[in-house]
């Protein structure tokens, strides 16, 4: 009876760790790992002993006898991306994290370190500094609310993936762990200030807004991003009352990312199958007056080269209430592709493709080739000027042209863009803008894209490498960051910060002040 990794898998690793017998891949150190969209475990490896259920910290390892009927799809998938790795090499033992060799500081002062942002890469941050002792950390975030993504970005009807929260908790419960909520770094304290009362400071500010689509008619009523959208149904506090026009049976969604997937699923689900989730009351009442019946996801490029995951595509496929429909107008040839995984993804969509419709159903449509040219409309969107697209190949890279004389319009009344998130500068901070994160060597920030390190000042998570990865790869780079810190802890190169005290003081004027 082996144990099974199912579609909320987080890449936290934590579960490779804990296996005895390594059969839990891809592993940190095997060079795929950056790159894969889930872990799995070999079924002809596997002695069933539980270790990776306990350590996984979203519940997304099941044995094979209680999957639910949803999840069946995902024994055979665990064994076929499997079957092409064996056999495996031995598992590198985890370097343990560097330890912290200085002693108190003047007057018995703990290292305090202040981390900017409340994300899942803070919290992993705080975690391994927190190991050491003598370590404080105080997480600052504009919002009153804590963990980013996790809370704000995951889809509330992905309740496996958002327990990730449970963990942060055990997080926040260890000594020395403090947050400061509803401060803004950069606003309400300028850097330098936090940088003078702390010996160090990691900056974990995320990449919290979206990239830009750059065609005509996108400042219209009904044009926004999926990023807000999310935001909405999340109870973001900044988008609560945020106006989502569900006036007309058709919504677009440019790019085809999870994102788009995640949008798409909530707005064609009727709203009584999510209120049971995490969904904000505000968005439930509108989606239960929603028209929209159709949702399309257009992507430029082929089957192929779609954005979004193989298990998350899984997830709507099993969906029976979701009318999932896939147009691609080259067809999909699943053995064109030699990665395994990009083939499964490829035969999941083949399979969909040849369902018969279920008109009786909302509808979330595919589409592939397509191009977006205009958003139409007078003071608020009507449409969508679309264009097919030819895919070129250029030293391995494919690229989408539109082709001449095929733009159609597709009426709709709520155009979102859905094509990437993007990183923003702290006031203050080093940004490269060609990026969008802060320039670093390995977490230590630098004055400037190949400069020199700032001391004291360090990066982690996507404000660090980009968007791309998922929550748990967050730990990975958290560690590399920390054990940045550490050394340079260690070698004497941080200065002594002012009093605790003296910034506490400096902290409660400066809240007054902003609240008044």
Same mark, same amino acid.
């Given at each position: 009876?082996?144990?099974?990794?199912?579609?909320?898998?987080?890449?936290?690793?934590?579960?490779?760790?804990?296996?005895?017998?390594?059969?839990?891949?891809?592993?940190?150190?095997?060079?795929?790992?950056?790159?894969?969209?889930?872990?799995?475990?070999?079924?002809?490896?596997?002695?069933?002993?539980?270790?990776?259920?306990?350590?996984?910290?979203?519940?997304?390892?099941?044995?094979?006898?209680?999957?639910?009927?949803?999840?069946?799809?995902?024994?055979?998938?665990?064994?076929?991306?499997?079957?092409?790795?064996?056999?495996?090499?031995?598992?590198?033992?985890?370097?343990?994290?560097?330890?912290?060799?200085?002693?108190?500081?003047?007057?018995?002062?703990?290292?305090?370190?202040?981390?900017?942002?409340?994300?899942?890469?803070?919290?992993?941050?705080?975690?391994?500094?927190?190991?050491?002792?003598?370590?404080?950390?105080?997480?600052?975030?504009?919002?009153?609310?804590?963990?980013?993504?996790?809370?704000?970005?995951?889809?509330?009807?992905?309740?496996?993936?958002?327990?990730?929260?449970?963990?942060?908790?055990?997080?926040?419960?260890?000594?020395?762990?403090?947050?400061?909520?509803?401060?803004?770094?950069?606003?309400?304290?300028?850097?330098?200030?936090?940088?003078?009362?702390?010996?160090?400071? /990691?900056?974990? !500010?995320?990449?919290?807004?979206?990239?830009?689509?750059?065609?005509?008619?996108?400042?219209?009523?009904?044009?926004?991003?999926?990023?807000?959208?999310?935001?909405?149904?999340?109870?973001?506090?900044?988008?609560?009352?945020?106006?989502?026009?569900?006036?007309?049976?058709?919504?677009?969604?440019?790019?085809?990312?999870?994102?788009?997937?995640?949008?798409?699923?909530?707005?064609?689900?009727?709203?009584?199958?999510?209120?049971?989730?995490?969904?904000?009351?505000?968005?439930?009442?509108?989606?239960?007056?929603?028209?929209?019946?159709?949702?399309?996801?257009?992507?430029?490029?082929?089957?192929?080269?779609?954005?979004?995951?193989?298990?998350?595509?899984?997830?709507?496929?099993?969906?029976?209430?979701?009318?999932?429909?896939?147009?691609?107008?080259?067809?999909?040839?699943?053995?064109?592709?030699?990665?395994?995984?990009?083939?499964?993804?490829?035969?999941?969509?083949?399979?969909?493709?040849?369902?018969?419709?279920?008109?009786?159903?909302?509808?979330?449509?595919?589409?592939?080739?397509?191009?977006?040219?205009?958003?139409?409309?007078?003071?608020?969107?009507?449409?969508?000027? /679309?264009?097919?697209?030819?895919?070129?190949?250029?030293?391995?890279?494919?690229?989408?042209?539109?082709?001449?004389?095929?733009?159609?319009?597709?009426?709709?009344?709520?155009?979102?863009?859905?094509?990437?998130?993007?990183?923003?500068?702290?006031?203050?901070?080093?940004?490269?803008?060609?990026?969008?994160?802060?320039?670093?060597?390995?977490?230590?920030?630098?004055?400037?894209?190949?400069?020199?390190?700032?001391?004291?000042?360090?990066?982690?998570?996507?404000?660090?490498?980009?968007?791309?990865?998922? /929550?748990?790869?967050?730990?990975?780079?958290?560690?590399?960051?920390?054990?940045?810190?550490?050394?340079?802890?260690?070698?004497?190169?941080?200065?002594?910060?002012?009093?605790?005290?003296?910034?506490? !003081?400096?902290?409660?004027?400066?809240?007054?002040?902003?609240?008044?």
């Amino acid at each position: 009876m082996p144990h099974v990794v199912t579609q909320a898998c987080c890449a936290d690793a934590s579960c490779v760790h804990a296996c005895p017998v390594n059969c839990i891949h891809p592993t940190p150190d095997e060079p795929d790992f950056a790159t894969a969209e889930m872990l799995y475990i070999d079924p002809d490896v596997c002695v069933d002993c539980g270790a990776c259920v306990g350590a996984c910290p979203v519940g997304a390892i099941v044995p094979d006898d209680r999957l639910a009927p949803t999840e069946q799809v995902f024994l055979d998938l665990n064994a076929v991306l499997s079957t092409p790795s064996r056999p495996y090499p031995p598992q590198a033992p985890v370097p343990p994290i560097r330890r912290l060799e200085r002693g108190p500081g003047p007057a018995g002062e703990p290292l305090r370190v202040a981390i900017v942002g409340a994300g899942p890469a803070a919290l992993y941050a705080a975690d391994e500094l927190l190991r050491q002792p003598g370590v404080e950390v105080t997480v600052f975030d504009r919002l009153p609310v804590p963990h980013g993504l996790a809370r704000h970005g995951v889809a509330p009807d992905h309740l496996r993936t958002r327990s990730v929260t449970d963990l942060f908790a055990l997080i926040e419960a260890q000594p020395g762990f403090a947050y400061r909520l509803g401060v803004e770094i950069g606003r309400d304290l300028a850097v330098d200030e936090v940088a003078a009362h702390h010996d160090a400071v /990691i900056y974990a !500010t995320g990449a919290s807004t979206d990239r830009p689509l750059e065609i005509p008619g996108t400042d219209r009523y009904g044009s926004m991003s999926a990023t807000e959208v999310v935001s909405w149904y999340n109870a973001h506090p900044d988008h609560v009352d945020t106006a989502v026009p569900l006036d007309h049976e058709r919504a677009v969604i440019v790019g085809n990312g999870n994102v788009a997937l995640d949008v798409a699923r909530i707005l064609a689900t009727p709203a009584d199958a999510l209120a049971g989730t995490d969904i904000s009351p505000t968005a439930l009442a509108a989606l239960r007056d929603s028209r929209v019946r159709e949702v399309v996801v257009l992507g430029r490029r082929g089957p192929a080269q779609a954005a979004f995951t193989l298990p998350e595509l899984i997830g709507l496929a099993s969906r029976e209430d979701i009318d999932l429909r896939v147009e691609a107008p080259d067809g999909i040839d699943p053995g064109a592709e030699s990665d395994r995984q990009r083939q499964l993804t490829l035969e999941c969509l083949a399979e969909v493709a040849a369902r018969p419709p279920r008109p009786d159903r909302p509808r979330i449509v595919l589409r592939f080739q397509t191009s977006p040219v205009e958003v139409l409309g007078d003071e608020r969107v009507e449409g969508l000027r /679309i264009a097919r697209t030819e895919l070129t190949a250029e030293d391995g890279v494919v690229r989408a042209v539109p082709r001449p004389g095929s733009e159609e319009v597709l009426p709709a009344g709520l155009v979102l863009r859905s094509v990437g998130y993007r990183g923003v500068p702290v006031p203050g901070v080093p940004f490269d803008p060609a990026t969008a994160t802060i320039p670093n060597r390995a977490g230590r920030v630098l004055d400037n894209p190949g400069g020199i390190e700032v001391p004291g000042s360090y990066v982690v998570g996507w404000i660090k490498r980009g968007p791309r990865g998922f /929550i748990g790869s967050n730990k990975t780079c958290a560690r590399e960051t920390v054990d940045a810190l550490l050394a340079d802890a260690n070698a004497g190169r941080l200065a002594a910060p002012r009093s605790a005290r003296e910034f506490a !003081t400096l902290l409660s004027r400066r809240v007054a002040v902003a609240a008044t």
